[in-house]
């Protein structure tokens, strides 16, 4: 089955090279923290294959906000 879903994550810090992605900080004031939606990404994830633009990138970055999360 293929599911997409996206949502902004609030970093808790400044966002860096808004002048690339164009997301600033006021975009992300609102949005959930990592630890927020951390479960619905492992529910989501679980038993899939996630595709993405930079997955590298993307599977390096969850890996280390999973663990950050314990």
Same mark, same amino acid.
């Given at each position: /089955?293929?599911?997409?879903?996206?949502?902004?994550?609030?970093? =808790?810090?400044?966002?860096?090279?808004?002048?690339?992605?164009?997301? #600033?900080?006021?975009?992300?004031?609102?949005?959930? #923290?990592? !630890?927020?939606?951390?479960?619905?990404?492992?529910?989501?994830? !679980?038993?899939? /294959? /996630?595709?993405?633009?930079?997955?590298?990138?993307?599977?390096?970055?969850?890996?280390? =906000?999973?663990?950050?999360?314990?």
């Amino acid at each position: /089955m293929e599911k997409t879903w996206d949502t902004l994550i609030n970093p =808790e810090c400044a966002i860096a090279n808004s002048s690339v992605h164009k997301i #600033t900080d006021v975009d992300v004031a609102q949005a959930p #923290t990592f !630890a927020d939606i951390a479960n619905t990404v492992a529910l989501l994830l !679980a038993g899939r /294959m /996630m595709v993405a633009h930079n997955a590298s990138f993307e599977q390096r970055f969850l890996r280390q =906000e999973f663990a950050r999360l314990g």
